[in-house]
């Protein structure tokens, strides 16, 4: 779900003006999955927008206070719910850790990083969720280390089907800043983007694996 209809806007509004959305129809992009897409997202940048950044993260503060309440924990999700993490900890005067795709194959082969123990209660920070099957991983890993995970927060998500169910089926609230249809709203409202290419843009989330856009009516 959205945290609220006028921040989804202004932080798509935002994701879009730095360019970490791109929507490009007519031209998608190629996922590493093989997937072709009109949208492509890297929230990374961001961070290179100290007023952007900073109202993301005064965003993810508010999410968090009206959703989940104060946890012990804040926890990014590697790699790029990381520094969104920590400037979110800094905030609450929280302590960070982050948390590995698998566990390291040296040192003391952890895939948590940071000081955790049993019992504590954990936010996750990510900053974009596709299928959700990346950032559950991250659950699984703490809830393993006996942790409660009170739900994770990201900046956006493409809304799929799949990673709706993913997230129930572990039992694992999400919170978005922003989504694709906010994105898409604003993109019409500032012209980036045509009526004409709807159709295509809303064809392509309902199902992201077979869509073509030399196939799309």
Same mark, same amino acid.
């Given at each position: ?6 921040? +989804?806007?202004?932080?798509? #509004? &935002?994701? =879009? ?9 007519? $031209?998608?992009? !190629? ?54 993490? +920590?400037?979110?900890?800094? #905030? &609450?005067? =929280? ?9 390291? $194959?040296?040192? !003391? ?109």
């Amino acid at each position: 779900m959205n945290y609220s209809f006028n921040s +989804a806007h202004k932080v798509a #509004e &935002f994701l =879009l003006q730095i360019k970490a959305i791109s929507l490009r129809p007519e $031209e998608p992009f !190629t996922w590493a999955s093989g997937w072709k897409s009109p949208i492509y997202c890297d929230n990374r940048k961001t961070l290179s927008y100290p007023r952007i950044r900073t109202f993301i993260r005064q965003e993810i503060v508010k999410a968090i206070d009206e959703n989940f309440g104060r946890p012990d924990l804040i926890a990014g999700v590697a790699t790029g719910g990381i520094p969104q993490a +920590a400037l979110v900890a800094q #905030e &609450f005067g =929280l302590p960070l850790i982050y948390v590995r795709p698998k566990a390291k $194959e040296h040192g !003391t082969q952890s895939q948590i990083e940071g000081v955790v123990e049993s019992g504590q209660s954990v936010i996750l920070i990510e900053d974009l969720v596709s299928t959700g099957n990346s950032s559950l991983v991250a659950v699984d890993a703490l809830r393993d280390a006996g942790c409660t995970v009170k739900g994770m927060i990201a900046i956006f998500s493409y809304g799929f089907d799949l990673a709706k169910k993913n997230f129930l089926d572990h039992k694992c609230p999400l919170v978005t800043l922003t989504d694709y249809p906010s994105v898409l709203e604003k993109a019409l409202e500032s012209n980036y983007i045509q009526e004409s290419d709807l159709e295509s843009l809303n064809e392509w989330r309902q199902n992201p694996a077979a869509w073509n856009p030399q196939t799309t009516s």
